[in-house]
């Protein structure tokens, strides 16, 4: 004898629904009604529901579990709703499937590789554009902060700020002077193989005068600054977020912006045109040895071509930019250490972003700068 089809209909009796079940309810007979099913389930939301099972001639688990997802459709049913009509297997199998009604997660499809780079991209561009809403109103809390602690010099933090001066500035001095000091040297030295060429190697002491007093000598300190004391910025109020430091100063009634960041970012800025003027000087004097150990230009020379070649406002381009430069390495490694969550991912993932955006900074702004200066010829 054919097995019969699973098949189902629908009474209404004193206002509760029933379900009247019968035939085969195994999982191959399943396709036909499960799409009438779920409309059902759909539909019967917030009524009572008896489902009738004495017609049901053969069950599986995937019967059962359809049975069962149909009839905790909805979660309000009361104590009127029940399964009437079954025989102890099959309530026996009812009961068991009852608790994994959970749907199994699906991986979703691969989508197209296009459409996904464009999903990522604009994902990217809105974060980019809230993350530069939040930063500009962390500026704007520091911008509002340093006139109110300005005006009442006993609120600021000078132990704090000087501790920081040695630490972001004193203490960078042999690496910036070191690295700025090579950098000069190689400057000179690929352009003195190139100026041979024609017969022009004297010009290569306007090449490095030019090149470290404008660019190279305060991007190279901002550059190792950014990587230096940023990212030790962002670590040590990260740290102190995690603690839980940095909400015991607000209960204490203090300003994290003032205790914290404020000392950060007078040192910073004080320290940086320092570095910049060390990094300058160190690199022509770098560009000075090479110039005179492999072109044989004098010392003396080297400087009175210098004196008449470079004019001064070189120099006052670079030193204007160290400043500038100082205070968003600054707000950037402060506002990245406010935002670490409470983990050490985060906070490894905080000061990562920190260099990133710091030197992406410094570099949008020095171009900036560069055509800034180039259009009104200085």
Same mark, same amino acid.
């Given at each position: 004898?054919?097995?019969?089809?699973?098949?189902?209909?629908?009474?209404?009796?004193?206002?509760?629904?029933?379900?009247?079940?019968?035939?085969?309810?195994?999982?191959?007979?399943?396709?036909?009604?499960?799409?009438?099913?779920?409309?059902?389930?759909?539909?019967?939301?917030?009524?009572?529901?008896?489902?009738?099972?004495?017609? *049901?001639?053969? =069950? &599986?688990?995937? %019967? !059962?579990? /359809?049975?069962?997802?149909? @009839?905790? +459709?909805?979660?309000?049913? $009361?104590?009127?709703?029940?399964?009437?009509?079954?025989?102890?297997?099959?309530?026996?199998?009812?009961?068991?499937?009852?608790?994994?009604?959970?749907?199994?997660?699906?991986?979703?499809?691969?989508?197209?590789?296009? *459409?996904?780079? =464009? &999903?990522?991209? %604009? !994902?990217? /561009?809105?974060?980019?554009? @809230?993350? +530069?809403?939040?930063?500009? $109103?962390?500026?704007?809390?520091?911008?509002?902060?340093?006139?109110?602690?300005?005006?009442?010099?006993?609120?600021?933090?000078?132990?704090?700020?000087?501790?920081?001066?040695?630490?972001?500035?004193?203490?960078?001095?042999?690496?910036?002077?070191?690295?700025?000091?090579?950098?000069?040297?190689?400057?000179? @030295?690929m352009g003195a193989k190139i100026l041979?060429?024609?017969?022009?190697?004297?010009?290569?002491?306007?090449?490095?005068?030019?090149?470290?007093?404008?660019?190279?000598?305060?991007?190279?300190?901002?550059?190792?600054?950014?990587?230096?004391?940023?990212?030790?910025?962002?670590?040590?109020?990260?740290?102190?977020?995690?603690?839980?430091?940095?909400?015991?100063?607000?209960?204490?009634?203090?300003?994290?912006?003032?205790?914290?960041?404020?000392?950060?970012?007078?040192?910073?800025?004080?320290?940086?045109?320092?570095?910049?003027?060390?990094?300058?000087?160190?690199?022509?004097?770098?560009?000075?040895?090479?110039?005179?150990?492999?072109?044989?230009?004098?010392?003396?020379?080297?400087?009175?071509?210098?004196?008449?070649?470079?004019?001064?406002?070189?120099?006052?381009?670079?030193?204007?930019?160290?400043?500038?430069?100082?205070?968003?390495?600054?707000?950037?490694?402060?506002?990245?250490?406010m935002e670490v969550e409470g983990s050490?991912?985060?906070?490894?993932?905080?000061?990562?972003?920190?260099?990133?955006?710091?030197?992406?900074?410094?570099?949008?702004?020095?171009?900036?700068?560069?055509?800034?200066?180039l259009e009104i010829d200085f």
């Open positions: 004898m054919a097995d019969s089809p699973a098949y189902f209909d629908i009474d209404l009796d004193n206002g509760v629904l029933k379900l009247n079940a019968g035939g085969d309810w195994r999982a191959r007979f399943l396709k036909a009604i499960d799409s009438r099913l779920r409309d059902f389930a759909d539909d019967s939301v917030g009524r009572d529901l008896i489902i009738d099972m004495s017609k *049901v001639e053969y =069950l &599986d688990t995937a %019967g !059962a579990m /359809v049975l069962q997802r149909t @009839f905790h +459709a909805c979660e309000q049913r $009361s104590a009127a709703s029940k399964f009437v009509g079954a025989n102890e297997a099959q309530r026996s199998l009812l009961e068991q499937v009852e608790h994994h009604l959970a749907p199994c997660f699906v991986a979703p499809s691969r989508p197209n590789a296009f *459409v996904a780079m =464009l &999903d990522r991209l %604009g !994902a990217g /561009v809105s974060e980019a554009y @809230f993350v +530069a809403i939040a930063i500009l $109103s962390f500026i704007g809390e520091i911008l509002v902060a340093i006139p109110r602690v300005l005006t009442r010099p006993a609120r600021v933090r000078w132990t704090s700020t000087f501790h920081h001066m040695e630490e972001a500035g004193v203490d960078a001095m042999p690496i910036v002077g070191l690295m700025s000091f090579l950098i000069g040297a190689v400057i000179a @030295f041979q060429l024609f017969n022009a190697e004297i010009l290569t002491v306007q090449l490095v005068g030019i090149s470290v007093l404008r660019e190279f000598g305060v991007l190279l300190a901002a550059i190792l600054i950014a990587g230096r004391s940023g990212s030790a910025f962002t670590a040590q109020i990260g740290s102190m977020k995690i603690r839980e430091e940095i909400d015991a100063l607000r209960v204490l009634g203090l300003d994290p912006i003032e205790v914290l960041v404020l000392p950060r970012v007078f040192a910073l800025v004080i320290m940086l045109p320092v570095l910049a003027f060390m990094s300058s000087m160190l690199g022509i004097i770098g560009g000075l040895i090479v110039a005179w150990t492999a072109m044989d230009i004098p010392p003396a020379l080297f400087v009175s071509q210098f004196e008449e070649a470079i004019a001064m406002s070189n120099f006052w381009v670079g030193l204007i930019k160290a400043p500038f430069f100082a205070f968003v390495i600054a707000v950037i490694g402060c506002f990245q250490g050490a991912e985060s906070l490894g993932q905080r000061t990562t972003l920190s260099v990133v955006q710091s030197l992406f900074l410094v570099i949008l702004i020095d171009a900036f700068f560069a055509m800034f200066f």
